[in-house]
């Protein structure tokens, strides 16, 4: 689960690279570029920094597109949470291919260079695929909070056949247009989808895109409905569904985790759960307004261990010393997966993973 901060990192250089290779005395180049430059213009109304040309040279590879397309994808490859932008293209049958990935089929998006992409090359967070693999059984009930694009709820779906049930949150409208595509395509009927944000309280909240497929709740410092970036998204407590049973949830909001931990207190202490979470401590006091120590204790408090994904040997290692562990974060931005596991259930946990 990635953060912002660290798709942007592998974005850069993976832009820089392939911009290094581009041929420099191809006369139609400067042309072609010229029109992203404008459309650049168009949809941000600044003129693009040298990086941003960087990132344009390598978008106009593409060759000529539509208008709406290449609206699009300057849309997708730029950060909307640093670059403010009152547009929006939506996609079409043409902007999506149905790609198979770990046993399951997707929708991903073709503009979509920060996850959809990954995914479709096969590099997307392997360690917690794996996991979902070999922990997820018939009938579990999961609950994907941040879908995305539906990667895991559809990997969940499959997992848990038609007597298992996966509720999908995820705010971003057209993510949840590939959600029920996918699910359509799968032929899963055991997925039900809330086109929500989940949080503390009942309401609603203000969320931007970031890069791509990716968005997340604006900071607390800097809710305004006046930014044209900004959408106001419903927002529901996970208390407020009264799952029944829940053996599994998946969390990767973006910073706001803690939040939705505050709005879950019932159904963590009724159904225990195994967790897996992103954790970043830049991103849960930015957007929760609390550090990372807090939310790890907030957990230990309630009997529940940790461990960090290894995501080299894709191991599960154990972390004794959750408010040590969280101190590391502080002043960085660093981002690691997590399983927050009730220790009663520690033993369940899969022994390839452990």
């Not at 693999?133 to 559809?154: I, P, W």
């Not at 359509?184 to 009927?189: H, L």
Request: glycine share 6%; charged share 25%; with cysteine.
């Amino acid at each position: 689960m990635e953060g912002r901060f660290a798709l942007k990192n592998i974005l850069s250089r993976a832009v820089r690279a392939i911009a290094r290779r581009l041929p420099q005395a191809d006369t139609d180049r400067p042309a072609a570029l010229q029109v992203w430059l404008d459309t650049f213009e168009d949809v941000f109304a600044v003129p693009p920094t040298a990086s941003h040309i960087e990132r344009l040279s390598w978008l106009s590879q593409a060759g000529p597109l539509t208008p709406p397309r290449r609206y699009r994808r300057v849309l997708a490859a730029f950060d909307q949470q640093d670059l403010h932008s009152s547009m929006s293209v939506r996609w079409g049958p043409e902007d999506v291919r149905l790609r198979e990935v770990a046993g399951v089929s997707l929708y991903l998006d073709d503009a979509d260079l920060s996850v959809a992409q990954v995914i479709a090359a096969g590099a997307y967070e392997p360690h917690l695929i794996k996991f979902f693999q070999l922990f997820l059984r018939e009938g579990m009930k999961v609950v994907d909070a941040g879908a995305n694009v539906g990667l895991y709820t559809m990997i969940s779906a499959r997992a848990v056949g038609p007597r298992g049930r996966v509720w999908s949150f995820e705010p971003n409208s057209e993510n949840c247009r590939f959600i029920v595509a996918s699910a359509a395509a799968n032929g899963f009927e055991n997925i039900e989808l809330f086109p929500v944000a989940l949080g503390s309280e009942r309401g609603f909240v203000y969320f931007t895109s970031a890069i791509g497929s990716n968005g997340g709740m604006q900071e607390l410092a800097k809710n305004n409905a006046l930014d044209p970036s900004c959408r106001i998204v419903p927002q529901l407590r996970l208390d407020d569904i009264a799952i029944p049973n829940l053996d599994f949830m998946k969390m990767d909001v973006e910073g706001a985790e803690a939040l939705l931990m505050q709005g879950a207190e019932h159904t963590l202490e009724r159904c225990r759960p195994v967790i897996v979470s992103e954790f970043s401590d830049e991103m849960l006091r930015r957007i929760s307004g609390r550090d990372g120590s807090r939310f790890l204790q907030f957990f230990a408090d309630r009997g529940f261990d940790c461990f960090v994904f290894d995501k080299e040997t894709h191991e599960l290692k154990p972390v004794s010393d959750p408010q040590a562990f969280a101190r590391e974060f502080a002043g960085t931005v660093r981002i690691e997966d997590l399983l927050l596991c009730p220790a009663e259930k520690v033993g369940t946990l899969p022994v390839g993973n452990k």
